[in-house]
């Protein structure tokens, strides 16, 4: 957003997910009263990459399936901002590595807003999972429940963030365990590339990674690391919180 000399960078994901039309109608009215040129950079990621990274931020929290994963919805979350800022305010940019600049999406927003190289830096704070701990929290979400403390993953899921550190190895999600798109999604498709004016790249692997090709997979990967996990969490875990949750596994049992 920019006036004469003053600009103004207001930047969210969630403004394209929590916002609908009436909310966006105001925003741009508001600032409309102080500012000449207003723009719209949207970066749009290729559905199964974004499908793989929302998964992984929603079993952290709730169950969530393959056949669950959140579609991107790019034109119920766009089209908005298009019918209140208009088609020619809003720049589409491909959110793929290679493509962008400085190869960090940071680097690439500061670039397209004319900020000087170095002035903005990014801090990641969402790195994907290792395949442990993914896979661990795909069979706490998704399998048979439990009962009894005694499983593993029901402890480490009070440890919070630490959680994390667990496993080394990457991992990544093959297309083939995807469900198939429906038409409605990919007629969503073609209009986030029509925009993006080509077709979204194919999701390149790494050589490191462990691929996932089926559901069934990622619940074998869980049951192969269950006692790495056990032995882990017996050690990370403060003794008072087991006590915790060994006492509420009682009660519930009761």
């Not at 749009?44 to 793989?52: E, G, I, K, V």
């Not at 690391?225 to 009761?254: D, V, Y």
Request: proline fraction near 6%; glycine fraction near 6%.
């Amino acid at each position: 957003i920019s006036s004469g000399r003053q600009h103004l960078i207001v930047s969210g994901e969630e403004m394209s997910t929590r916002f609908g039309a009436s909310e966006i109608e105001r925003l741009r009215a508001f600032f409309a009263q102080f500012f000449d040129e207003i723009r719209v950079i949207a970066y749009l990621r290729a559905p199964h990459a974004y499908m793989s990274s929302a998964l992984q931020e929603v079993v952290k929290t709730r169950p969530c399936s393959l056949l669950e994963a959140p579609f991107p919805d790019y034109q119920q979350r766009l089209g908005p901002w298009e019918a209140a800022f208009g088609r020619e305010a809003i720049d589409y940019v491909m959110f793929a590595r290679d493509t962008l600049a400085g190869q960090d999406v940071v680097s690439d927003f500061a670039a397209r807003v004319g900020l000087p190289p170095g002035q903005v830096k990014g801090k990641r704070i969402n790195e994907s999972m290792s395949a442990e701990v993914f896979a661990t929290l795909y069979k706490l979400r998704n399998g048979p429940r439990r009962s009894k403390l005694a499983w593993p993953e029901e402890r480490l899921v009070r440890v919070g963030r630490r959680f994390q550190q667990f496993g080394k190895q990457r991992f990544a999600l093959a297309d083939t365990v995807w469900p198939e798109l429906t038409e409605a999604q990919v007629a969503d498709i073609a209009w986030a590339e029509d925009r993006l004016g080509g077709s979204f790249p194919a999701e390149p692997l790494r050589p490191d990674a462990l691929v996932f090709r089926s559901e069934a997979e990622i619940l074998a990967f869980a049951d192969k690391n269950k006692a790495a996990i056990r032995h882990w969490s017996r050690r990370l875990m403060p003794w008072r919180e087991i006590l915790r949750l060994r006492f509420q596994s009682f009660r519930k049992g009761r």
